[in-house]
């Protein structure tokens, strides 16, 4: 057998240029996706996956690890640490690469489900990320905020008890807290005692037993235990026991000893009280890993917190002003507090003619804080409008998280309280409620029959024959069930890019050279911040961890910065370089005076700012211009 060597030559030469081709069309193909048509395909089938679950820790842990490998060139994924437990607490960063070091730029840290049961906080953070990605190169609006801004997401924070809602019977309520063993019933013993799935359905429900002195029945459909009204009636009766469970440690009573430590969300440090967020602050490896993260990460501008129920945007508002005690105190008289209220009804009813999404908060704020008070009402204000139905509240202090954000680092920080029970859907009556009869007849219509425990036989180890059912599944209420799970991730999303584009954002307006006699000359220069957010917030100032803005001055050697006159709202600049401040939505005009000592010269303007990114600008100057 002969081998032509030049014939495997050309093979291998033109198998070169096949694959030298093919990474050349890749990039040029990943330049060209970019997707004008609303109507055409966005990338969502780049990642596929399925937003009709919810995912256990595993799977999130994969769905990250995926998302890493697929975007490297705009992803990392690290863990912060780990829990009581030993799960790891897994990062993920968003940005691009190639345009700056991730740590430099601005940054929204978004995290989900500090409470355990609040789950539906991680299915947004992941859609966040999933989405923000797939649409990276069809889309010209978010490709640019990937490119300046930077994500730090976190889906599940309190990953010990995420991992035990979504993989285990549960109630709709708990477990909330991190996994911190307490001895509950004072006997000495930890957590002997917790909730346990008597029926082996997978939920857990409420167990009653047949008793002929009952004050229970079933309904006439059998799905429901309802009070029985007639003390005559002929029927058979129950008594109800309490939660699915054993009386393990022999004490008469049942579930009385769960698994459960502090609120994690009482656990930070600003506003902490031994009450709620025992037994000191950051005493659990999952919000102090968190806090630790955020202190590192010195360009977290802003932060998000995920929560649930209730659709509500609510956000740390900067402290009010101290209400005045004693005898300085003014107390209003009735016709003075009617005056008021009607006052503010009909401020309110003029700002919803103008924005009906503008909240309205009767506060007075501290002066030196206005600046932050007024960038949140802005983006609040427009989160009503992206979330539809979701009302902006003032957030609370006592260890939370989104207060340690603002008031401990400075960070502008909102929480959303996620999803609610569609009651405008399942009301039937116009009684503004769902009724167990209204939210039946939702289930069997919406989800198809699902997501009630119908009661039915079971036996109990210690009681014999006991009745478990009459109420709705762990993802009824609290959750969105899977329908509506994309809905609503999809418009926090958008929120929560919202918040970022509207980073602050330094840019150089006009410039104006005027003589000013004698081969002087006054150059006038805009510096503008167009964006909701100012270039720091008033919190940063107060902690003394705010970067002024600089204003920076250079020339050509035939120009010389010298003295002049100010005029009103024009500040005089006579040094090469300025600290100063933009507000959000706010514009600001500096004069430098300068002295032109040969045939022509040029100026060099700078803005510099932290948060707000650099702009730069040339003015050439010459006798006449």
Not at 136 to 151: A, G, P
Not at 183 to 202: M, S
Not at 222 to 227: K, M, N, P, S, W
């Amino acid at each position: 057998m002969k081998i032509n060597v030049l014939k495997i030559a050309q093979l291998l030469a033109v198998g070169a240029f096949v694959v030298l081709m093919a990474g050349f069309l890749t990039q040029v193909s990943a330049q060209t996706k970019l997707q004008k048509n609303v109507g055409r395909y966005h990338g969502e089938l780049d990642f596929p996956i399925s937003w009709k679950q919810y995912y256990t820790y595993e799977e999130k842990n994969k769905i990250l690890q995926d998302l890493r490998r697929q975007y490297p060139l705009l992803t990392d994924l690290e863990s912060i640490g780990k829990s009581r437990m030993g799960r790891d607490q897994l990062l993920l960063t968003i940005s691009t690469k190639s345009v700056g070091d991730p740590k430099k730029k601005p940054a929204l840290w978004v995290d989900g489900a500090i409470h355990g049961n609040e789950v539906n906080g991680i299915t947004c953070a992941l859609y966040l990320a999933w989405y923000l990605l797939t649409e990276y190169e069809y889309n010209q609006k978010i490709h640019d905020l990937v490119d300046n801004c930077t994500f730090y997401i976190l889906p599940g924070l309190n990953v010990d008890a995420n991992a035990s809602f979504v993989s285990w019977p549960n109630t709709a309520s708990n477990p909330r807290e991190p996994y911190r063993p307490e001895d509950n019933d004072g006997d000495g013993l930890y957590d002997e005692d917790q909730t346990e799935d008597v029926d082996g359905d997978g939920e857990l429900s409420t167990m009653y037993k047949v008793d002929s002195l009952g004050t229970f029945k079933l309904s006439p459909d059998g799905r429901r235990f309802i009070q029985v009204i007639d003390p005559n009636e002929k029927v058979l009766r129950f008594i109800r026991i309490g939660s699915e469970g054993y009386d393990n440690d022999g004490d008469g009573r049942m579930n009385e000893d769960d698994i459960g430590g502090p609120d994690p969300n009482r656990n930070f440090p600003y506003d902490w009280n031994l009450n709620d967020g025992w037994p000191y602050p950051l005493s659990e490896p999952e919000t102090r890993n968190a806090f630790e993260a955020q202190l590192k990460r010195k360009n977290i501008f802003s932060t998000l917190h995920f929560h649930n129920t209730g659709k509500l945007i609510m956000f740390a508002a900067p402290p009010a002003v101290t209400p005045l005690a004693g005898a300085q105190a003014v107390q209003l008289t009735p016709e003075q507090r009617r005056q008021r209220q009607a006052e503010t009804d009909t401020l309110i009813a003029q700002m919803r003619r103008e924005n009906k999404y503008a909240p309205y908060f009767d506060r007075q704020i501290e002066p030196q804080y206005k600046g932050d008070w007024d960038s949140q009402m802005r983006i609040v204000t427009m989160g009503a409008k992206i979330l539809k139905d979701y009302r902006p509240t003032i957030s609370g202090l006592v260890g939370q998280h989104q207060a340690g954000s603002y008031y401990c680092l400075g960070a502008f920080a909102c929480l959303n309280e996620l999803w609610g029970t569609p009651t405008a859907d399942i009301d039937i009556n116009g009684d503004n409620r769902a009724s167990e009869e209204e939210m039946l007849l939702w289930m069997d219509i919406e989800l198809n029959g699902e997501g009630w425990i119908t009661p039915h036989k079971a036996i109990h180890k210690d009681l014999g024959e006991v009745w478990i059912g009459g109420s709705a599944q762990k993802f009824i209420g609290r959750t969105p069930v899977t329908r509506y799970i994309e809905e609503e991730a999809l418009r926090i999303t958008q929120f929560a890019m919202y918040i970022a584009s509207q980073f602050p954002k330094v840019e150089i307006g006009d410039v104006k050279v005027t003589p000013a006699g004698s081969g002087n000359y006054n150059v006038d220069v805009t510096v503008m911040n167009n964006k909701d957010y100012p270039t720091f917030s008033d919190r940063s100032l107060v902690l003394r961890r705010a970067v002024m803005d600089k204003l920076q001055f250079a020339s050509s050697g035939s120009v010389v910065l010298g003295t002049g006159t100010a005029e009103e709202n024009i500040v005089l600049v006579t040094a090469k370089e300025k600290d100063f401040r933009l507000l959000g939505r706010q514009q600001l005009q500096f004069r430098f005076p300068i002295t032109l000592t040969g045939a022509n010269g040029w100026v060099d303007i700078s803005v510099i700012s932290q948060f707000g990114g650099t702009a730069k600008t040339r003015v050439n100057i010459k006798p006449g211009n």
